[in-house]
Structure formats: C-alpha cells, structure tokens
C-alpha cells in the first residue's frame, strides 16, 4: 500500500497530534499504545524530525506510529486501543511495524463496513477484560508485517475466524515460547482450531498424564493431555474450567475432556481422541457430559462408574488416584 506521504505528517503534526503525556492464573489485558505511549509534539519538533530523517529514521518512523494511532483513534476508537495491546507496540515500534500498522488503516479506510463487520468478530474471540490482546487482531498485523496482503488481497474479505487463522498462522504454527502460546490460545474457538491443526493424538499406553507444556512440546498426547493442555489455556483466558474424567465399568476405561463454563451454561472441548470432537454443548451439568463423554464413545450411560472434575494442577497432580468420595457420582 502507498506509504504515507510526508506532507500529511508535517500537516498532522503541525495541529499538535497526540492526547497524551509522556504460568500461573489468568492474564490480564496489556497496556494500550494510545493509552501509555502515544506523544504529541510541538512544530519545531515536527520540523526537526522530518528535516533529521535520514540522521534518525526510527525517531521518524516512530512519529508516524503517533500520527496513524492518533488518526486511528478519532476515527475508530476500539480499533486503535485494541491494536495498541499488540505486543510489537509494548516498546515502541520498529520501521516495519510502522508500515504494518500503516497498511492495516488504509485497509480499515478502504472499507470500513467490511472491517468493521470483520473486527467486530474478532473482538469477540476470548474475553476482553482478561486476555493480554486480541489474537485474531495480532494475526492480521502478523499478516501485515509479512506483506500478505494489499488492495487485491484483502485477508478479511469473507471473514471466517477458522480459515484467516489457518491463513495467518500456516503450515506450522506459531514459533513462540509455551507461555506465549497458551496467552494467545485466549478463547476455546482458538484452542480448537489450534489442536487440530497442529496437534495429533498420541495412544499412551503407560496412561501417564504429562504436564501442559510437555503435550505444547511433542505437539499432541493421550485424552487427559489435551484436557490438561486446554483446561491450562482456557483458565489464562479467564473462563471457570476443569479437567474432567468419566469412569466406566466397562474394561475398567474412560475418557478425559476439558470442560468450562461460558456465559452460564457448560460446554465441553474435546480433541483428545483419533476423531476430535472439538466444542460441544451446552450443558447443564459436569454429570451430563461426563454421561455424554460415555455415550459419543460407543459406551452406555449406566455403564458409568464414577465422575470426577478438578482444577487442571489437581488432575495432574492427583491423576490416577482421584479418592472415589470425591466422584460426583
């Protein structure tokens, strides 16, 4: 897209753009760019930074975060604080991000019906007062700073969370660490699309839990890994959840899902079999999906022998030797 033209900052920054001075648990929102950093500037500074350019090209470009994130905010408030929480923005921003910031308000004013329409879906993905940042949001800026897209590739035409995330996170996935990974898995529609893109089930027959980043580390596991793995996940992204474990008679088996609680009723996420299930429900109760879990895997409901359901830390710590009295059956 056209970079923007330095007659527009020295106009922007002539007027006095800017409004401001100077794994454990769930996360918490990172601080927003407009909120915490974005800076105003006097004319003389205006001129000296645009005459400086060649001198000092990062204090250029990072004015010119200021005026894209200034204008951003006059025109779509939500927008800019949003795309402030990315971390590429916690300190300061490079020239690349600039133009990647850049590229993602021409393709908000090419079209901002269709943006609108498309970030509206993003924004709810996860739980805003508790997830660090907006991960579909970061995918379009990774896309942005990749050149992924233009005026004739525009990622959010058609917008569908499943393929754009596809799309932006390719053939392998993310490259980040566990801990960043598992804030950025701040949704249950992520962290199925997330498994079954890039984990695989893994029969153990020793049937020994393994911790959430040991199952992050091999890319899959046995049921209880991935319940582990997405209880984990899903209780940094601030949802009331548990690993539950449905017990049968039947061969002396069961099957373990992850289980949470979204806007009042229960659902269930469930990957850790050959043929994922993904999210289902709701529910009324940990009683029914642990009858459910019997029954989608070919076992009668009476059948069942016990039910239990704990924090993931508890499950893991305490998996094969959970005390029958606390069954919910």
């Avoid at 921003?93 to 990647?100: R, V």
């Amino acid at each position: 897209m056209k970079r923007m033209s330095i007659y527009i900052i020295i106009l922007l920054l002539l007027f006095g753009v800017g409004c401001t001075t100077g794994l454990s648990g769930k996360t918490k929102p990172n601080p927003s760019y407009i909120d915490s950093t974005l800076r105003t500037f006097s004319t003389e500074e205006a001129k000296t930074i645009i005459a400086n350019f060649h001198k000092d090209p990062n204090q250029y470009y990072q004015a010119m975060t200021d005026v894209l994130f200034y204008q951003l905010k006059q025109e779509n408030p939500l927008l800019a604080k949003e795309l402030g929480k990315l971390p590429e923005f916690e300190d300061g921003s490079s020239p690349s991000e600039t133009e990647a910031l850049e590229d993602i308000v021409s393709l908000y004013r090419l079209d901002k019906d269709n943006f609108d329409e498309a970030f509206q879906q993003m924004y709810q993905v996860g739980i805003p007062e508790v997830r660090q940042y907006c991960t579909p949001l970061a995918v379009l800026f990774n896309l942005a700073m990749s050149g992924e897209f233009n005026e004739n590739n525009n990622p959010i035409e058609n917008y569908n969370l499943y393929d754009f995330i596809r799309i932006g996170w390719g053939y392998e996935g993310p490259k980040d660490s566990f801990e960043e990974v598992t804030s950025m898995l701040n949704s249950p529609e992520l962290i199925d699309i997330y498994e079954k893109l890039y984990f695989r089930y893994i029969h153990d027959t020793r049937d020994v839990a393994q911790h959430p980043k040991e199952t992050f580390e091999k890319k899959g596991g046995d049921c209880e890994d991935f319940a582990l793995f997405t209880s984990c996940c899903l209780e940094k992204g601030g949802y009331k959840t548990w690993a539950l474990m449905s017990w049968w008679d039947y061969g002396e088996m069961g099957h373990n899902v992850a289980t949470y609680k979204e806007n009042g009723k229960m659902y269930v996420l469930d990957n850790g079999r050959y043929s994922p299930k993904g999210i289902i429900g709701p529910f009324k109760s940990q009683v029914e999906i642990g009858r459910t879990i019997a029954k989608y895997s070919g076992v009668s409901p009476n059948t069942i022998k016990r039910i239990w359901a704990y924090n993931w830390r508890t499950f893991l710590s305490n998996y094969g030797n959970f005390p029958f009295r606390e069954s919910l059956i």
